[in-house]
Nanobody
Framework: QVQLVESGGGLVQAGGSLRLSCAAS????????MGWYRQAPGKQRELVASITSGSSTNYADSVKGRFTISRDNAKNTVYLQMNSLKPEDTAVYYC?????????????WGQGTQVTVSS
């Protein structure tokens, strides 16, 4: 069984920074793409940023220039550095990973971590 565990959320003032981490554990053969999504109250879950196994990245327009996604393959961990935070960044942030185990290949999700940005 693969688990994704997020950490690093919290309350921050507008203009501040937070760093989210998401560590995958279990019997893992390979992790392909990884990403961060967020869901604000009353809104659909949206992609924030993604990173391939080769470290190519993709960002939502709303976070370009402010957020940076990175990964440490040796630790099976993905990070999201969030700078210049805005109140509209307030949401539950979820990590996602496309994982190959020795028996299957599927997407896994973390439990979510709350990010609240006060104005």
């Amino acid at each position: 069984q693969v688990q994704l565990v997020e950490s690093g959320g919290g309350l921050v003032q507008a203009g501040g920074s937070l760093r989210l981490s998401c560590a995958a554990s279990g019997i893992i053969f390979r992790i392909n793409g990884m990403g961060w999504y967020r869901q604000a109250p009353g809104k659909q879950r949206e992609l924030v940023a993604s990173i391939t196994s080769g470290s190519s990245t993709n960002y939502a327009d709303s976070v370009k220039g402010r957020f940076t996604i990175s990964r440490d393959n040796a630790k099976n961990t993905v990070y999201l550095q969030m700078n210049s935070l805005k109140p509209e960044d307030t949401a539950v942030y979820y990590c996602n990973a496309d994982v190959n185990t020795y028996t299957n290949s599927r997407d896994y999700w973390g439990q979510g971590t709350q990010v609240t940005v006060s104005s």
